[in-house]
């Protein structure tokens, strides 16, 4: 069964630093999002991304994040300069769209991003 | 703007029925899903109700009534495997969670 996938799975970077967090979406998706669960808490949508460019955002997703689709097949998040609190694991998913807003999103497994 | 809530947690004994709430307050309403994250793991689809009534699949059910703003998903025949937590989420292009609803399973 096809699935989303991400890498890393765990990423440790310095305060300040850029990371970018890569993800995969099922092949035939079209609709790409990024998500952030710091530990303990809910899943916040950060960004929905389709026909390379940004859909929808929310007020998380700040000048510091960015997302590009730099070939047909990944899917990237860019912290600019990462704060201790941007620590969390992150998701992508992926939907194919079949005409409406309902459709099933699938995860991947996450990235957990630590700021020292 | 948009708000989900549901119970914190939830405990229930194996082969009981347990039933978690969700009341939501949105603009844009398409129907209400659910969602099942095992610690350390990623969201899993369970359901959705893109029409008032109840769906069922499997020991897995869940409930919209739109007049109410309320849905529930019903989880029947407890097994320990079911602990986790349960998000309800209403899904668009920026799919907004509630909070979730920690459920453990006791034997």
């Known amino acids: 069964e096809p699935e989303v996938t991400q890498t890393p799975s765990h990423q440790v970077t310095q305060m300040g630093q850029e990371v970018i967090l890569r993800c995969v979406p099922i092949s035939n998706h079209l609709y790409f999002y990024w998500y952030r669960q710091i530990l303990g808490q809910k899943v916040e949508f950060l960004v929905s991304?389709?026909?390379?460019?940004?859909?929808?955002k929310s007020e998380i997703f700040d000048d510091q994040f960015s997302v590009e689709r730099p070939d047909g097949s990944n899917f990237t998040l860019k912290i600019r300069s990462t704060k201790l609190e941007d620590s969390a694991m992150y998701f992508c998913?992926?939907?194919?769209?079949?005409?409406?807003?309902?459709?099933?999103?699938?995860f991947g497994p996450g990235t957990r991003l630590t700021v020292l | 703007g948009q708000s989900l809530e549901q119970p914190s947690e939830v405990t229930a004994v194996e082969g009981a029925i347990v039933q978690i709430n969700c009341t939501y307050q949105?603009?844009?309403?398409?129907?209400l899903s659910w969602y099942q994250q095992h610690d350390g793991g990623a969201p899993t689809f369970l359901s959705y109700?893109?029409?008032?009534g109840l769906e069922e699949t499997g020991r897995f059910s869940s409930f919209l009534s739109r007049s109410d703003s309320y849905g529930y998903l019903l989880l029947q025949e407890l097994q320990m495997k079911d602990s986790a937590s349960y998000f309800c989420?209403?899904?668009?292009?920026?799919?907004?969670f509630g909070a979730g609803t920690r459920l453990t399973v006791k034997p």
């Open positions: 991304f389709y026909n390379n460019e940004i859909s929808e």
């Open positions: 998913a992926s939907t194919y769209p079949s005409g409406g807003s309902t459709d099933t999103q699938y």
């Open positions: 949105t603009s844009g309403f398409y129907g």
């Open positions: 989420a209403v899904p668009s292009r920026d799919m907004r």
């Open positions: 109700n893109g029409l008032d």
